[in-house]
């Protein structure tokens, strides 16, 4: 009878430990850690992109990065490996996405936004309606750029480590789309 408790005890402890492998905002849940190119990266925080003046939520970010960090800037421009998921939590048209990228570069490009336009229509060229659920990831990968892909399919990579500075700055910048969402994915509460 004490080795059946013993195993049930095992069991319980095993399935628990699995549970506490991902993390949660909102209702979604992104893993722990990611593996890149070889390479371990770890969930550093997770927010939620409110829009309107509703607040009505989009989507739920997750940034991974090697190490977890507080520092906006440090984990934006940094030239490593990280991954920046985005799970939609609502229906988004490709125009939409596309606008954001574009008003994104804008804030944080400022007047050097120009020399971004070709990478950026690349990039919104490649977006596409996302319905609840569906996933946009972009992996920067050192000395290649940020791979995207979107809804489960790698689109291509966008390259320069300049773009990637800028294109992580529209989260983690001086500019988020909201507060809320920098504060989640630099390690503070989602939400």
């Known amino acids: 009878m004490r080795h ?3 195993l049930g005890a095992f069991v319980f402890v095993a399935s628990m430990a699995g549970m506490a492998s991902a993390a949660q905002c909102e209702g979604v849940s992104m893993p722990d850690t990611v593996e890149v190119e070889g390479s371990k990266l770890v969930l550093n925080g997770l927010g939620i992109r409110e829009a309107t003046v509703l607040q009505v939520d989009v989507y739920v970010a997750g ?4 190490a977890k960090t507080s520092d906006g800037g440090k984990a934006a ?10 799970k939609f939590v609502r229906e988004v048209s490709a125009a939409d996405v596309a606008k954001a990228w574009s ?7 400022g007047a050097g936004k120009k020399a971004f336009d070709d990478r950026i229509k690349k990039l919104n060229g490649w977006m596409s309606d996302l319905k609840v659920g569906d ?11 940020i791979e995207v892909s979107v809804k489960g399919k790698v689109k291509g990579i966008v390259e320069g480590v300049d773009f ?3 294109f992580y700055s529209i989260w983690l910048g001086k500019s988020p789309p909201n507060p809320g969402l920098k504060s989640g994915l630099l390690g503070g509460k989602c939400g």
């Open 135 to 145: 996933q946009a990831i972009f992996t920067y990968l050192p000395g290649k750029g």
């Open 103 to 109: 008003e994104g570069f804008e804030k944080n490009a």
């Open 77 to 86: 421009s940094d030239d490593v490996a990280k991954r920046l998921v985005l």
């Open 63 to 66: 940034l991974y990065l090697p």
């Open 164 to 166: 990637m500075k800028v």
């Open 4 to 6: 059946w408790l013993s």
